[in-house]
């Protein structure tokens, strides 16, 4: 209910302040779809972040991107930051992926994202891999490549940006899924592409250092079994509750940790 009621403040304050009623739909659906996930998680329910993922994912990607031809990928981003137009993917990225993370971290990338949302149907669930660090710096080169892109479509004044940033955005999802799912089976590691390519992670991977929500041990608790560790997709030292801990920024609130921990310490 508390997670709800916080995206149902952003949908009556966009709806109120910008007068488009789409405001309050989208964001009370996207509020009520994670209220319902977190209420399945709850209860105890297996599936309950992978319905989430679909309810929210598929309505981003058919909807918003494929039926509204809005580009919700970021060079959508880039494109209505240009324009100086405070829309739709600008208004997704700065509560899903700029400021909400100093709230609920990489929230997005368990629950809605609907590029994990394919590739977490993969089988590598936990890597089976150690992860290649320097791997990283890959993100920002598409980070990069992504800002060039629009920027250079506005310098060169080409005709219909929004014709082909709608194209783009196509081109760009079926980039993602083969690049991610060839990704997941060369390292067998589903998350891959999140730990190594996905552009997004230069804004998502510092605003979740400060988030309020994380998970925590009760060190009173734990017997020290690793069960933690092992199920952890994203190679998280969750154990140490400091803000530097080991991959603290990669931690996607998934739970799974939790929800393998014999002694609920987590
Ligand atoms: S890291 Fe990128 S691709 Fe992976 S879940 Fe997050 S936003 Fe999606
Ligand atoms: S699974 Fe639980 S008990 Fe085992 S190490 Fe992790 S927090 Fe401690
Ligand atoms: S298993 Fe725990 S530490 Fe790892 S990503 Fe999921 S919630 Fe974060």
Excluded at 3 to 13: C, G, P, Q
Excluded at 98 to 127: N, S
Excluded at 218 to 224: F, L, N, R, S, T
Aim: net charge positive; charged share 15%; hydrophobic share 50%.
């Amino acid at each position: 209910m508390a997670l709800f009621a916080v995206f149902e403040a952003v949908a009556i304050t966009l709806w109120l302040t910008k007068g488009n009623l789409f405001y309050l739909f989208n964001f009370s659906y996207i509020g009520a779809a994670l209220a319902v996930a977190v209420a399945l998680f709850i209860r105890g329910n297996k599936n309950a972040r992978r319905i989430s993922q679909l309810l929210i994912g598929l309505y981003m990607l058919v909807y918003l991107g494929l039926i509204s031809g809005e580009n919700m990928q970021i060079e959508g981003f880039w494109y209505y930051l240009f324009t100086g137009v405070f829309e739709a993917a600008t208004i997704h990225y700065a509560v899903a992926k700029i400021f909400g993370p100093l709230l609920f971290g990489r929230g997005w990338c368990g629950y809605a994202c609907w590029t994990a949302m394919v590739l977490d149907f993969l089988p590598y669930k936990v890597p089976q891999q150690p992860r290649r660090k320097k791997l990283g710096r890959v993100r920002y080169v598409t980070f990069a490549a992504s800002l060039v892109f629009v920027a250079a479509l506005f310098l060169a004044h080409v005709g219909n940006i929004e014709r082909i940033m709608f194209w783009a955005f196509i081109v760009g999802n079926v980039a993602y899924y083969a690049i991610g799912t060839a990704l997941a089976y060369a390292f067998k590691d589903n998350r891959a592409f999140c730990k190594y390519v996905c552009p997004v992670t230069v804004f998502l991977k510092p605003m979740s250092y400060f988030a309020r929500i994380r998970v925590t041990c009760d060190h009173d608790k734990c017997i020290g079994c690793g069960r933690c560790r092992r199920v952890c997709p994203m190679d998280v030292d969750m154990l140490d509750d400091s803000r530097g801990r080991e991959n603290g920024t990669e931690c996607i609130l998934c739970l799974e940790c939790a929800r393998n921990c014999p002694r609920k310490a987590l």
